[in-house]
Every structure is written in C-alpha cells, then in structure tokens.
C-alpha cells in the first residue's frame, strides 16, 4: 500500500533535517517541492551519507525520498531522483561486509536504510524487484552466527522483518523460508546468542508463524519479558 505523506510526516522531514547545514538544509527544502532545480545526484548522496552514520535519520529517510520521488514525478514525469538512488546505494551494498568490519554502527544504518527505500519506493504500488535480492542479502547477512553474537544486529533483524517481512515474503517465499531456517538454526550455535537477542529471535519465528501478527497473549508474554 503506498503511503501518502501527512502534515505530522512532512513535520517530522522537516524535523530531521536540522541536523544538516543551512546549504544543505536549503537544498534538501527545495528537493522535497522542487526537485527539477536542485542537483539530484548531490541530493541523493547527501541522504545516504548521512543515512549511514545516523540511526534514528536512517529509519526516516525513506519518508523523504517517497516525497521527492512524488514531487519529481508530479513536476517533470521523471523518476532521476529513485534511479540515483539506487545507484548509489548499490554502491554501498557491494561493499557492505568493508562497512560491517568499519563500524556495526554504519552496517546497521546501512540495512535500515535499504530496508526503508525498499518499504516506500513503490513501482505501480508494488516494491520494486531490483531491490529483494539486496534486502534479502542484508537480512542473511545478520542472521549468520557472529551477527546473532551482536545484540545491535539483532535488534536491526527483528526491526526490519516486522516492518517489511510480509512483503518480503510475498516477492520471495524460498528465501524467507532459507532465512528462518538459518535463523533457526543460530539457536543450536555452542555460543548461543544473548538471553534479550535469543527472546527477539523466538518473538519473531512466532511472529511470521502467526501469519505476520501476534497474539495479543504472546505479545503481553514477550514484551514484559523484555521490560523486565
């Protein structure tokens, strides 16, 4: 389902910008309603560069690039802005186990992102397919045994496969089945994950097996576990 942007979201784009310079501030102001005057190329490097070393602007980034994707195709009838985008995150993908090794922190940022642009840049309301593969690798990617070692990793999984895996699901079911079962597997490993990452993990194996939902009795159980 696409989303339409609201005033609370278009609030929030504005809200998470201010990190940025006044340049480049403006410049991100004038894509989001003009996007046909701004240099595109240079708009999409400074979201992803950010992107990658910001958590909390990675999770939001998807929201702007939906709207100048919106604008661009309202103003001009062109889709430059998704087709830099995707060249450049392409870039960071094929080096993304360089970035791992660089900093977890980067990594994370990294597969929130993608995950992101995969969950708002829709192709006639449907994700687009050049990016499954790429998010699936990602997601592979975190649970192999050192990942599960890192609560951070964890946390990153679960986050994205609630957000986004049952459409994930629906584009490839061989590989989300290939995913749990090596996710599954993680809980047989000698050094076994962490007692919060191993609660994560089973909360969400019952939660894809309950048709992507959860109960409103294994949702009280799991989160006063982790409350506690």
Request: charge should be negative; aromatic fraction near 8%; hydrophobic fraction near 40%.
């Amino acid at each position: 389902m696409t989303k339409e942007p609201t005033m609370e979201s278009s609030a929030k784009d504005d809200y998470k910008i201010q990190s940025f310079d006044a340049d480049t501030q403006q410049l991100l102001k004038t894509a989001l309603k003009e996007p046909a005057s701004v240099d595109l190329e240079k708009v999409a490097s400074v979201i992803i560069e950010q992107s990658m070393k910001d958590l909390v602007f990675s999770k939001e980034a998807g929201r702007i690039c939906y709207t100048i994707v919106q604008a661009e195709n309202k103003q001009s009838g062109n889709s430059n802005f998704r087709r830099n985008i995707l060249v450049r995150l392409q870039q960071e993908f094929l080096v993304k186990e360089q970035v791992r090794e660089r900093s977890v922190n980067d990594w994370v940022c990294l597969v929130t992102f993608i995950c992101n642009i995969f969950d708002y840049l829709k192709v006639n309301n449907m994700p687009m397919m050049a990016l499954v593969n790429p998010v699936y690798d990602c997601l592979m990617r975190l649970t192999q045994s050192d990942s599960l070692q890192n609560e951070e990793e964890v946390d990153c999984l679960v986050l994205q496969l609630h957000r986004i895996g049952e459409q994930l699901q629906k584009m490839n079911t061989q590989r989300m089945d290939d995913l749990f079962c090596q996710l599954r597997d993680g809980f047989l490993l000698q050094h076994q994950p962490s007692s919060l990452s191993r609660l994560l993990l089973l909360e969400i194996i019952e939660f894809r097996a309950g048709g992507w939902k959860m109960s409103e009795s294994a949702q009280k159980y799991y989160y006063s576990e982790v409350a506690d």
